[in-house]
């Protein structure tokens, strides 16, 4: 299987007037076209400034990024227009990322005027309302506007804006987490069989490890601006080798009455992601952390076979 993305010590810096926020800080990893990666962690982790990073939201302080093979790190002009074609993001409120002064059928076709992907009046029409049957839009809805609708189809309207297009890669930041449980359920499968069908390749951002464990292949743990764990999604649940992901999983809730499971409580101080210093940036909450982890920072490695674990000491603890 191919390698579909790869980024490579990719880096985003923020100017504060403390110094320099290191919000994404030296990150490397791979996806295989027709494949998820999770990307989960807590709130200030990096994860969405992440996402922006690999469709060109945010500009890049440093590193690369390679997309079937070629690199797109600083693209011109005219080849960002033909990866906007290919590269969709999919955002986190429905409400807040589209313009509550379009109809819904204004506001998937937006993408198609902007980049003139239509032959004529009939074939953007033709367009919108296979998308919209696609992602379960009654026609009935194509005028209506998005505070007449409900959570569920307000996602939807933005999973058949970033659709329109017929993308091969999409970044998810958290599509969900907005949603009741029940609309949850209805908008993962939507984007599996979305995926199967089209054979799309996903980057799919969340906090929630339940919804990581069923929509993904390989997840990734960021901490901090760092990724801390990186494996299957298999290997991950059944044997984590990170502090911070262990204390993550414990915290999933157990459907059962019969059942109880260690719930680790992460104390200590979380350190400043402001010009941070050379050491293990999860240290301070660490109940293993040691002298070495105060004086050097840990690297990404791999402590078993395809799992890889940013900890001096995964595999004694």
Do not use: W
Request: hydrophobic share 40%; glycine share 6%.
């Amino acid at each position: 299987m191919s390698t579909f993305l790869e980024v490579s010590n990719l880096k985003k810096h923020f100017k504060t007037p403390k110094g320099l926020l290191h919000a994404v800080d030296g990150v490397n990893f791979k996806i295989d076209e027709g494949k998820t990666l999770g990307v989960v962690g807590e709130s200030g982790c990096g994860k969405s400034t992440l996402g922006r990073l690999i469709v060109h939201l945010h500009e890049i302080t440093d590193g690369k990024i390679f997309f079937e093979g070629r690199d797109i790190t600083n693209p011109p002009p005219k080849e960002m227009k033909i990866l906007r074609k290919k590269m969709q993001m999919i955002f986190q409120d429905p409400y807040s990322s589209i313009d509550p002064r379009m109809t819904v059928f204004e506001i998937i076709g937006e993408p198609l005027k902007i980049l003139n992907l239509y032959s004529n009046k009939e074939d953007y029409n033709k367009q919108i309302d296979q998308i919209m049957d696609i992602v379960g839009l009654a026609k009935r809805v194509r005028g209506a506007y998005p505070h007449e609708l409900d959570g569920g189809r307000r996602q939807r309207i933005g999973i058949a804006r970033a659709l329109v297009l017929n993308p091969q890669f999409i970044v998810c930041d958290e599509p969900v987490s907005a949603l009741d449980v029940s609309i949850q359920a209805q908008i993962l499968n939507l984007m599996q069989d979305l995926q199967r069908d089209r054979n799309l390749t996903y980057m799919f951002i969340t906090h929630d490890l339940s919804v990581v464990k069923h929509i993904s292949d390989n997840i990734a743990v960021m901490y901090l601006g760092l990724i801390v764990e990186f494996c299957e999604t298999k290997a991950l649940f059944k044997a984590p080798a990170h502090p911070y992901t262990r204390a993550l999983l414990s915290a999933i809730p157990i459907p059962s009455v019969h059942e109880r499971r260690k719930r680790i409580i992460l104390k200590g101080e979380i350190s400043s992601p402001i010009n941070p210093a050379e050491c293990c940036r999860f240290a301070g909450r660490c109940i293993y952390a040691k002298e070495r982890c105060q004086q050097e920072a840990p690297q990404l490695r791999e402590v078993t076979p395809g799992h890889f674990c940013a900890c001096h000491f995964a595999e004694e603890i």
